[in-house]
Protein backbone atom coordinates (compact mmCIF):
# COMPACT_ATOMS: atom_id res chain seq x y z
CA UNK A 1 0.00 0.00 0.00
CA UNK A 2 1.88 3.44 -0.97
CA UNK A 3 1.93 5.74 1.88
CA UNK A 4 4.18 8.75 2.68
CA UNK A 5 4.82 10.83 5.49
CA UNK A 6 2.96 13.50 6.59
CA UNK A 7 3.44 16.53 9.40
CA UNK A 8 5.93 15.34 11.75
CA UNK A 9 7.57 16.92 14.77
CA UNK A 10 9.67 15.69 17.69
CA UNK A 11 11.51 16.62 20.91
CA UNK A 12 11.20 16.32 24.67
CA UNK A 13 7.73 17.03 26.15
CA UNK A 14 7.06 18.98 29.47
CA UNK A 15 10.31 19.59 31.04
CA UNK A 16 9.66 21.34 34.58
CA UNK A 17 12.44 23.43 35.35
CA UNK A 18 12.39 25.42 38.44
CA UNK A 19 15.93 27.99 38.25
CA UNK A 20 16.14 29.84 41.89
CA UNK A 21 18.44 33.19 41.34
CA UNK A 22 20.32 33.97 44.77
CA UNK A 23 20.55 37.44 44.82
CA UNK A 24 22.12 37.57 48.83
CA UNK A 25 19.38 36.19 50.63
CA UNK A 26 16.60 37.51 48.22
CA UNK A 27 15.70 34.56 46.37
CA UNK A 28 13.68 34.80 43.21
CA UNK A 29 11.91 31.42 41.55
CA UNK A 30 10.99 31.12 37.94
CA UNK A 31 9.18 27.87 37.50
CA UNK A 32 8.44 26.70 33.63
CA UNK A 33 7.15 23.44 32.30
CA UNK A 34 8.94 23.78 28.65
CA UNK A 35 7.80 21.50 25.82
CA UNK A 36 10.12 21.18 22.59
CA UNK A 37 8.99 19.92 19.48
CA UNK A 38 11.61 19.90 16.52
CA UNK A 39 10.91 19.81 12.71
CA UNK A 40 12.84 19.13 9.39
CA UNK A 41 14.67 16.63 7.33
CA UNK A 42 13.06 13.65 9.01
CA UNK A 43 12.05 10.99 6.34
CA UNK A 44 14.92 8.81 7.12
CA UNK A 45 14.08 7.96 10.30
CA UNK A 46 10.59 7.16 9.71
CA UNK A 47 11.42 4.92 6.63
CA UNK A 48 13.84 3.64 7.75
CA UNK A 49 14.82 3.76 10.90
CA UNK A 50 18.47 5.85 10.64
CA UNK A 51 18.85 8.34 13.31
CA UNK A 52 21.89 10.32 11.56
CA UNK A 53 19.71 13.47 11.43
CA UNK A 54 18.36 12.53 14.74
CA UNK A 55 19.48 15.01 18.03
CA UNK A 56 17.63 12.67 20.53
CA UNK A 57 15.15 14.00 22.91
CA UNK A 58 16.95 13.30 25.96
CA UNK A 59 19.83 16.41 24.47
CA UNK A 60 16.70 18.65 24.27
CA UNK A 61 15.74 18.13 27.73
CA UNK A 62 19.25 18.46 28.95
CA UNK A 63 19.80 21.47 26.74
CA UNK A 64 16.04 23.09 28.75
CA UNK A 65 18.23 22.90 31.98
CA UNK A 66 21.62 23.66 30.76
CA UNK A 67 20.29 27.07 29.38
CA UNK A 68 18.13 27.60 32.37
CA UNK A 69 21.54 27.73 33.66
CA UNK A 70 23.44 29.69 30.83
CA UNK A 71 20.90 32.10 29.97
CA UNK A 72 18.55 32.46 32.94
CA UNK A 73 15.47 32.74 32.66
CA UNK A 74 13.88 36.43 32.06
CA UNK A 75 10.60 35.65 30.83
CA UNK A 76 8.74 32.65 29.35
CA UNK A 77 9.03 34.03 25.92
CA UNK A 78 12.82 35.03 25.86
CA UNK A 79 13.73 31.64 26.90
CA UNK A 80 11.94 30.35 24.26
CA UNK A 81 13.52 32.16 22.16
CA UNK A 82 16.77 31.06 22.82
CA UNK A 83 16.04 27.52 22.58
CA UNK A 84 14.44 28.04 19.18
CA UNK A 85 17.13 29.78 17.98
CA UNK A 86 19.62 27.45 19.45
CA UNK A 87 17.86 24.40 17.68
CA UNK A 88 17.42 25.84 14.07
CA UNK A 89 20.75 27.49 13.94
CA UNK A 90 22.98 25.14 15.49
CA UNK A 91 21.82 21.17 13.84
CA UNK A 92 21.55 21.62 9.58
CA UNK A 93 18.58 18.87 9.52
CA UNK A 94 16.32 20.91 12.06
CA UNK A 95 14.38 23.67 10.38
CA UNK A 96 11.85 24.50 12.27
CA UNK A 97 11.56 24.99 16.45
CA UNK A 98 8.37 24.78 18.36
CA UNK A 99 8.67 25.69 22.16
CA UNK A 100 5.46 25.91 24.24
CA UNK A 101 6.29 27.13 28.02
CA UNK A 102 3.57 27.09 31.12
CA UNK A 103 4.64 28.95 33.75
CA UNK A 104 3.43 28.66 37.46
CA UNK A 105 3.73 31.61 39.29
CA UNK A 106 4.82 31.88 42.95
CA UNK A 107 4.68 34.94 45.44
CA UNK A 108 6.58 35.50 48.88
CA UNK A 109 5.09 34.57 51.84
CA UNK A 110 4.55 37.51 53.96
CA UNK A 111 4.25 37.82 57.78
CA UNK A 112 1.78 39.77 59.52
CA UNK A 113 4.87 41.58 61.92
CA UNK A 114 8.04 39.49 61.12
CA UNK A 115 8.33 38.51 64.62
CA UNK A 116 6.61 35.40 64.36
CA UNK A 117 8.32 32.63 65.74
CA UNK A 118 8.21 30.51 62.94
CA UNK A 119 8.59 32.60 60.03
CA UNK A 120 11.66 35.35 60.76
CA UNK A 121 11.90 38.36 58.64
CA UNK A 122 15.18 36.45 56.79
CA UNK A 123 13.17 33.61 56.00
CA UNK A 124 10.98 35.11 54.17
CA UNK A 125 13.02 36.21 51.44
CA UNK A 126 13.28 32.76 50.35
CA UNK A 127 9.92 31.42 51.25
CA UNK A 128 6.76 31.45 48.47
CA UNK A 129 3.73 30.27 47.98
CA UNK A 130 2.47 28.83 45.06
CA UNK A 131 -0.32 31.29 43.20
CA UNK A 132 -3.53 29.76 43.22
CA UNK A 133 -4.69 32.25 40.13
CA UNK A 134 -3.79 31.75 36.09
CA UNK A 135 -1.12 30.13 34.62
CA UNK A 136 1.06 31.94 32.30
CA UNK A 137 1.95 30.37 28.65
CA UNK A 138 3.91 31.11 25.63
CA UNK A 139 4.65 29.45 22.32
CA UNK A 140 7.28 30.65 20.03
CA UNK A 141 8.17 29.09 16.64
CA UNK A 142 10.77 29.93 14.63
CA UNK A 143 12.03 28.69 11.04
CA UNK A 144 15.35 30.31 11.12
CA UNK A 145 14.08 33.54 9.84
CA UNK A 146 10.44 34.56 11.58
CA UNK A 147 9.54 34.54 14.51
CA UNK A 148 5.79 33.84 15.76
CA UNK A 149 5.12 34.64 19.60
CA UNK A 150 1.62 33.71 21.11
CA UNK A 151 1.36 34.48 24.83
CA UNK A 152 -1.08 33.58 27.05
CA UNK A 153 -2.84 32.80 29.96
CA UNK A 154 -5.50 30.21 31.06
CA UNK A 155 -7.56 29.45 34.28
CA UNK A 156 -7.64 32.90 35.42
CA UNK A 157 -11.40 32.60 37.03
CA UNK A 158 -13.52 36.14 37.37
CA UNK A 159 -16.76 36.88 38.64
CA UNK A 160 -18.97 39.73 38.48
CA UNK A 161 -21.78 40.07 41.08
CA UNK A 162 -23.80 42.44 38.82
CA UNK A 163 -23.71 44.56 36.20
CA UNK A 164 -24.44 41.81 33.78
CA UNK A 165 -28.43 40.87 32.08
CA UNK A 166 -29.32 38.66 29.40
CA UNK A 167 -32.10 39.00 27.04
CA UNK A 168 -33.66 39.69 23.71
CA UNK A 169 -32.85 36.74 22.28
CA UNK A 170 -33.85 33.71 20.13
CA UNK A 171 -37.04 32.01 21.99
CA UNK A 172 -38.07 28.90 19.70
CA UNK A 173 -40.25 25.95 20.82
CA UNK A 174 -37.67 24.38 23.39
CA UNK A 175 -36.74 28.07 24.75
CA UNK A 176 -36.93 27.46 29.16
CA UNK A 177 -34.22 30.22 29.54
CA UNK A 178 -36.06 33.01 31.61
CA UNK A 179 -34.69 36.26 30.72
CA UNK A 180 -32.26 37.56 33.53
CA UNK A 181 -31.60 41.74 34.55
CA UNK A 182 -29.20 41.22 36.72
CA UNK A 183 -27.08 37.99 36.68
CA UNK A 184 -23.98 36.59 37.98
CA UNK A 185 -21.24 36.88 35.23
CA UNK A 186 -18.69 34.28 35.85
CA UNK A 187 -16.09 32.71 33.59
CA UNK A 188 -12.37 31.06 33.94
CA UNK A 189 -10.11 33.20 31.19
CA UNK A 190 -8.55 31.19 28.51
CA UNK A 191 -6.45 33.54 25.94
CA UNK A 192 -3.84 33.58 23.45
CA UNK A 193 -2.57 36.92 22.26
CA UNK A 194 -0.23 36.95 19.32
CA UNK A 195 2.54 39.31 18.75
CA UNK A 196 3.63 41.85 15.64
CA UNK A 197 7.72 40.71 16.40
CA UNK A 198 8.49 38.75 13.62
CA UNK A 199 12.12 39.97 13.22
CA UNK A 200 15.40 40.04 14.68
CA UNK A 201 15.34 43.35 12.92
CA UNK A 202 12.74 44.95 14.81
CA UNK A 203 12.64 45.94 18.88
CA UNK A 204 11.43 42.84 20.98
CA UNK A 205 8.43 43.52 23.09
CA UNK A 206 9.21 43.87 27.19
CA UNK A 207 7.69 40.41 27.27
CA UNK A 208 7.14 40.87 31.78
CA UNK A 209 5.54 44.23 31.07
CA UNK A 210 3.62 43.16 28.14
CA UNK A 211 1.95 40.35 30.48
CA UNK A 212 1.39 42.30 33.31
CA UNK A 213 -0.44 45.29 30.96
CA UNK A 214 -2.01 42.31 28.97
CA UNK A 215 -3.62 40.92 32.02
CA UNK A 216 -4.58 44.32 33.69
CA UNK A 217 -6.45 45.43 30.84
CA UNK A 218 -8.43 42.41 30.52
CA UNK A 219 -9.29 42.44 33.81
CA UNK A 220 -10.26 46.00 34.30
CA UNK A 221 -12.37 45.60 31.31
CA UNK A 222 -14.29 42.59 32.61
CA UNK A 223 -15.02 44.77 35.65
CA UNK A 224 -15.92 48.19 33.85
CA UNK A 225 -17.97 46.45 31.18
CA UNK A 226 -21.92 46.58 31.77
CA UNK A 227 -22.91 43.30 30.10
CA UNK A 228 -25.38 42.54 27.98
CA UNK A 229 -24.00 39.26 26.90
CA UNK A 230 -20.73 37.57 27.73
CA UNK A 231 -20.11 37.45 24.32
CA UNK A 232 -19.90 41.44 24.33
CA UNK A 233 -18.20 40.86 27.62
CA UNK A 234 -15.18 39.30 25.34
CA UNK A 235 -15.39 41.67 22.58
CA UNK A 236 -14.56 44.36 25.40
CA UNK A 237 -11.88 42.63 26.93
CA UNK A 238 -9.87 42.43 23.10
CA UNK A 239 -10.68 45.41 22.27
CA UNK A 240 -9.30 47.05 25.02
CA UNK A 241 -6.15 45.16 24.31
CA UNK A 242 -5.48 45.65 21.11
CA UNK A 243 -6.27 49.07 21.73
CA UNK A 244 -3.56 49.88 24.57
CA UNK A 245 -1.10 47.43 23.82
CA UNK A 246 0.49 48.19 20.52
CA UNK A 247 2.91 45.00 20.50
CA UNK A 248 -0.28 42.61 20.14
CA UNK A 249 -1.99 41.97 16.77
CA UNK A 250 -4.81 39.53 17.46
CA UNK A 251 -6.04 38.09 20.84
CA UNK A 252 -8.25 34.36 21.15
CA UNK A 253 -10.48 33.95 23.81
CA UNK A 254 -11.72 31.33 24.92
CA UNK A 255 -14.78 31.62 28.48
CA UNK A 256 -16.93 29.16 29.20
CA UNK A 257 -20.17 30.64 30.83
CA UNK A 258 -19.92 29.48 34.58
CA UNK A 259 -23.40 29.79 35.18
CA UNK A 260 -25.15 30.61 38.72
CA UNK A 261 -29.10 29.51 39.02
CA UNK A 262 -30.76 31.18 41.50
CA UNK A 263 -32.10 28.49 43.71
CA UNK A 264 -35.90 27.98 44.39
CA UNK A 265 -36.46 28.68 48.52
CA UNK A 266 -40.43 29.33 48.23
CA UNK A 267 -40.71 25.74 49.25
CA UNK A 268 -38.70 26.53 52.29
CA UNK A 269 -40.51 29.85 52.81
CA UNK A 270 -37.86 32.31 52.13
CA UNK A 271 -37.86 34.62 49.65
CA UNK A 272 -34.50 34.17 47.32
CA UNK A 273 -33.42 37.99 46.42
CA UNK A 274 -30.90 37.50 44.12
CA UNK A 275 -28.64 35.94 47.11
CA UNK A 276 -28.71 32.15 46.98
CA UNK A 277 -27.15 30.48 43.88
CA UNK A 278 -26.08 26.91 42.42
CA UNK A 279 -22.82 27.73 41.18
CA UNK A 280 -23.30 24.65 38.15
CA UNK A 281 -19.95 23.14 36.61
CA UNK A 282 -21.58 21.40 33.89
CA UNK A 283 -22.78 21.50 31.01
CA UNK A 284 -21.35 25.73 30.68
CA UNK A 285 -21.87 28.19 27.52
CA UNK A 286 -18.61 27.94 26.07
CA UNK A 287 -18.48 31.81 24.51
CA UNK A 288 -14.77 31.63 21.95
CA UNK A 289 -14.05 34.72 19.72
CA UNK A 290 -10.61 36.08 18.30
CA UNK A 291 -10.33 39.91 18.31
CA UNK A 292 -7.76 41.36 15.82
CA UNK A 293 -6.16 44.64 14.91
CA UNK A 294 -7.71 45.78 11.58
CA UNK A 295 -5.40 44.72 8.87
CA UNK A 296 -3.77 41.88 10.82
CA UNK A 297 -3.87 37.86 9.56
CA UNK A 298 -5.77 35.78 11.93
CA UNK A 299 -3.21 33.07 13.07
CA UNK A 300 -4.24 32.05 16.30
CA UNK A 301 -5.88 28.75 15.58
CA UNK A 302 -10.02 28.47 16.11
CA UNK A 303 -9.03 25.21 18.37
CA UNK A 304 -6.62 26.57 20.97
CA UNK A 305 -7.23 22.81 23.38
CA UNK A 306 -3.64 22.41 23.23
CA UNK A 307 -1.58 25.46 22.48
O1 LIG B 1 -23.91 35.69 27.85
C1 LIG B 1 -24.58 34.76 27.39
N1 LIG B 1 -24.49 34.44 26.08
C2 LIG B 1 -25.19 33.44 25.52
O2 LIG B 1 -25.07 33.17 24.28
C3 LIG B 1 -26.04 32.69 26.35
N2 LIG B 1 -26.88 31.63 26.13
C4 LIG B 1 -27.45 31.32 27.33
O3 LIG B 1 -28.26 30.37 27.51
N3 LIG B 1 -27.00 32.16 28.30
C5 LIG B 1 -26.14 33.03 27.71
N4 LIG B 1 -25.38 34.05 28.22
Do not use: C
Not at 25 to 36: A, F, Q
Not at 134 to 145: H, I, K, L
Not at 164 to 177: A, I, M, P, R
Not at 232 to 257: A, C, H, K, V, W
Amino acid sequence: MPTILGQNQYGKAENRVVRIVRDGDTHHIKDLNVSVALSGDMDDVHYSGSNANVLPTDTTKNTVFAFAKEHGIESAEQFGIHLARHFVTSQEPIKAARIRIEEYAWERIATSDGNSKFIGADEIKHSFVRKGQETRTAQVRYDGEKWEVVSGLKDLTVLNSTHSEFWGYVKDEYTTLKEAYDRILATDVSARWRYGWTDDEQPMPHWEKSYAQTRRHMLEAFAETYSLSLQQTLYQMGSRIIENRSEIDEIRFSLPNNHHFLVDLEPFGLKNDNEVYFAADRPYGLIEATVLRDGADPRIPVDMTNL
